[in-house]
């Protein structure tokens, strides 16, 4: 099955791959036994720090597209957690508040990813996680960098 691996050159590419795919599935079992899917965990995130935002300050802080958010928020509105109000100030303007649902499921969603993030580093000492989370940082601001460090936004984020 991993035969493909032994014509690759690099081996962290491959093994990169898989690591991610792992941790996309693992925190996809987490999220769904909370009735989230993958990806809305950080427009909850962003709305847990500050409710009300608007799609485009939500798009900013996450890197993404505003129509990326908006059609999330609109899945996630659907499933009870949030909830899309126009601006008092704009009517022009819609603003995403958190639901009860929305709000209650930040200290049990936080505990479940912890506990996948203690899972997936499991056996590694704390300096060797420590490490690890410094190393992928790195990692992204290599790749993220356009010439001059600065972190540039990309639509996967």
Same mark, same amino acid.
């Given at each position: 099955?991993?035969?493909?691996?032994?014509?690759?050159?690099?081996?962290?590419?491959?093994?990169?791959?898989?690591?991610?795919?792992?941790?996309?599935?693992?925190?996809?079992?987490?999220?769904?036994?909370?009735?989230?899917?993958?990806?809305?965990?950080?427009?909850?995130?962003?709305?847990? +720090?500050?409710?009300?935002?608007?799609? =485009?300050?939500?798009? !900013? /802080?996450?890197?993404? &597209?505003?129509?990326? #958010? @908006? $059609?999330? +928020?609109?899945?996630?509105?659907?499933? =009870?957690?949030?909830? !899309? /109000?126009?601006?008092? &100030?704009?009517?022009? #303007? @819609? $603003?995403?508040?958190?639901?009860?649902?929305?709000?209650?499921?930040?200290?049990?969603?936080?505990?479940?990813?912890?506990?996948?993030?203690? $899972?997936?580093?499991?056996?590694?000492?704390?300096?060797?996680?420590?490490?690890?989370?410094?190393?992928?940082?790195?990692?992204?601001?290599?790749?993220?960098?356009?010439?001059?460090?600065?972190?540039?936004?990309?639509?996967?984020?």
């Amino acid at each position: 099955m991993r035969e493909w691996i032994d014509v690759w050159d690099d081996d962290f590419q491959p093994v990169f791959w898989e690591a991610k795919r792992a941790m996309l599935r693992a925190a996809e079992e987490v999220l769904n036994e909370h009735g989230v899917r993958e990806g809305q965990q950080f427009i909850l995130m962003c709305l847990w +720090a500050q409710d009300g935002l608007a799609p =485009g300050e939500i798009a !900013r /802080r996450l890197g993404l &597209a505003t129509p990326t #958010v @908006t $059609r999330t +928020a609109t899945r996630m509105a659907t499933a =009870g957690l949030v909830e !899309r /109000r126009p601006d008092p &100030a704009d009517a022009r #303007v @819609t $603003r995403i508040y958190l639901t009860e649902r929305g709000r209650d499921l930040r200290d049990p969603l936080n505990a479940a990813m912890r506990a996948m993030s203690e $899972r997936a580093m499991g056996g590694m000492t704390a300096d060797e996680q420590a490490t690890l989370v410094d190393l992928l940082r790195r990692l992204r601001a290599n790749l993220d960098a356009d010439g001059d460090g600065a972190r540039t936004n990309h639509p996967s984020d």
